[in-house]
């Protein structure tokens, strides 16, 4: 996790490392990630498949005889950095004209085989419901023949294959709840490159929170586009297909929470991302019952202005927004709240983009990851209006909103000063080996002195001072 929270673009990468496997095949792989929490989450279960196959890893891919990029297309410029990454292999593939190059991910799903013409250098492309065809396209390749598998699929969920944790620190996984979504927002790909919304049983989610926690993990965060509308009916069939019995019998979000909460009480549970027109105050009440629910909500609004949120199809009102807002400072007073806001999308106005701060200032959020929109391609929004906010308009409104953020972020942090936190210590500050660092249940970033302390251990940390986003304090 970042020490950093207040960011305008969540993508980065990073070489991710396997454990060796029981019958190393001999062949080297170098497997990097871009984009969100679930993308790395991805990646754990393509390192499974591949461990499993023999494949031992490798972090410089002038080494590997596979290099696989787990893709991100949210943002023009996240496809950028991706194909700029690359060029950088090529300088490996001319060393090694053996060397396999797989694209994988959501822009692999949505260039298709169109990216093998158009990046010569790639091998194989491999969509986000195909992981499981892997070992295949890789021995078509090896064969010398291109290999796409860019199938989506309505059931696929891995829920059977353990994912082998990747460039972790041992104490916080990530679990996937859920695949796909069916919002349809009308700025967004990710319903064209990851398919229809499915849940996964709740059984195995649980079993794999209990199996991390006896490996020593602390912190589990279950992950979905919209963990809200997560509904387990025995055989994933959709709501409007259910008896009303049927969805009484039916495993909800607060029921899978609660199990996972269950799971034991030293084990932190985190969650995201939440939609605020399918957030019940269910999943209020039972995060305020349970202490190792992190009191930490991330509740994108997009926007503060009603017109342009029907615009955006993401069928809530301000006023519905500020009402869910209301009910968590009611049922659980000291959560902290994050939020994603687009600028500058199709046709607003200057007075929207004040709504927009208003609504900032209403709530004060604690974090934010703000953006500004970049048209995608097949979107509801690409079909239907014009990109015509100008891109220094664009940027000018992004800038006033990171500003008025980073005020809110210190605000909030700076609230922490003198009190005492619980804190799960996540590994040693970048910034001194003396000092260890680790999250309180709002998830911001607390750092104190190392003492004997160490990764996985609950501390009482009281809070000294403050950067804009940091506590700074000593345990006691
Ligand atoms: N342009 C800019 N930001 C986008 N997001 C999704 N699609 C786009 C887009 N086309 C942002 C939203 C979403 C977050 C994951 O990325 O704020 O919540
Ligand atoms: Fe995209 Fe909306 Fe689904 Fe989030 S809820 S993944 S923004 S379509």
Known sequence: MSENKVIDESIQGEALMIEKPEKANGKKLFLESYGCAMNFSDSEIVASILKDEGYTTTNDFFEADVIFVNTCAIREGAEQRVRQRLTEYKKA??????????????????????????????????????????PNLIASAEDGN????????????????????????????????????????????VPFTRGRERSRDPETIVKEAQDLFNDGYREVTLLG?????????????????????????????????????????????RFSTSHPKDMTDDVLYTIAKYENICSYIHLPVQSGNTRVLEMMNRGYTREWYLNRIDAIRRIIPDCSISMDIITGFC??????????????????????????YSERPKTLAERKYKDDVPAEVKSRRLSEIVALQLEHSAMRTKRGVGKVHKVLVEGVSKKSKEQLFGRNTQSTVVVFPKENFKPGDYVNVLAESCTGATLIGKAI
Request: net charge negative; with cysteine.
């Open 347 to 372: 046709s607003e106005t200057e007075e929207e983009h004040q709504d927009t701060l208003s609504l900032m200032e209403a709530v004060k959020y604690d974090f934010g990851y703000m953006f500004a």
């Open 225 to 269: 586009q919209n963990v809200d509308s997560y509904l387990w009916t025995g055989g994933g069939l959709k709501k409007e297909n259910l008896s009303t019995d049927e969805i009484k019998n039916a495993t909800t979000f607060s029921q899978l929470l609660e199990k996972v909460a269950l799971v034991n009480p030293e084990l932190r549970v």
């Open 93 to 134: 593939k001319k060393g090694n004209p053996e060397l396999i190059v797989g694209v994988l991910g959501c822009m692999a799903e949505r260039l298709k085989s169109k990216f093998l013409e158009e990046e010569k250098l790639v091998d194989i492309v491999v969509g986000p419901d195909a992981y499981r065809d892997l």
């Open 146 to 189: 291109k290999a796409v598998n860019v199938l989506l699929s309505k059931e696929e969920t891995y829920a059977d294959i353990t994912p082998v944790r990747l460039g972790g620190n041992g104490v916080n996984a990530f679990i996937s709840i859920t695949r796909g979504c069916d919002n349809m927002c009308a700025f967004c790909v």
